[in-house]
Nanobody, 124 residues
Framework: QVQLVESGGGLVQAGGSLRLSCAAS????????MGWFRQAAGKEREFVAG????????IYADSVKGRFTISRDNAKNTVYLQMNGLKPEDTAVYYC?????????????????WGQGTQVTVSS
């Protein structure tokens, strides 16, 4: 069982930066693949980034590649999403998720545990 709580969202101007954090509790965090997803109003939830349990392998959606960076600190049971060069189209609720798989999945249905989400709003 893994419980996830996101923080760090807010309102930022286009071109700005935010760092999201996801604090996890539960004995299996350090062995869980972690992912960030986002859901804009009226749209499907989409994959943003994922990282393996060791932090050695990461995958990014094409729309955020080169601007966002996912990382994790297993000693702190926390996963991060550093977002630079934010655009208005990045506006969404961002969710942290944990998977029991051994590889990063981009399909949201392969993630078992979810946080409550944090709002990110980028103004133009």
């Amino acid at each position: 069982q893994v419980q996830l709580v996101e923080s760090g969202g807010g309102l930022v101007q286009a071109g700005g930066s935010l760092r999201l954090s996801c604090a996890a509790s539960g004995r299996t965090f350090s062995r869980s693949v972690m992912g960030w997803f986002r859901q804009a109003a009226g749209k499907e939830r989409e994959f943003v980034a994922g990282v393996t349990w060791s932090g050695s392998d990461t995958i990014y959606a094409d729309s955020v590649k080169g601007r966002f960076t996912i990382s994790r600190d297993n000693a702190k049971n926390t996963v991060y999403l550093q977002m630079n060069g934010l655009k208005p189209e990045d506006t969404a609720v961002y969710y942290c998720a944990a998977s029991n798989l051994a590889r990063v999945a981009t399909n949201r249905y392969e993630y078992t545990y979810w946080g409550q989400g944090t709002q990110v709003t980028v103004s133009s």
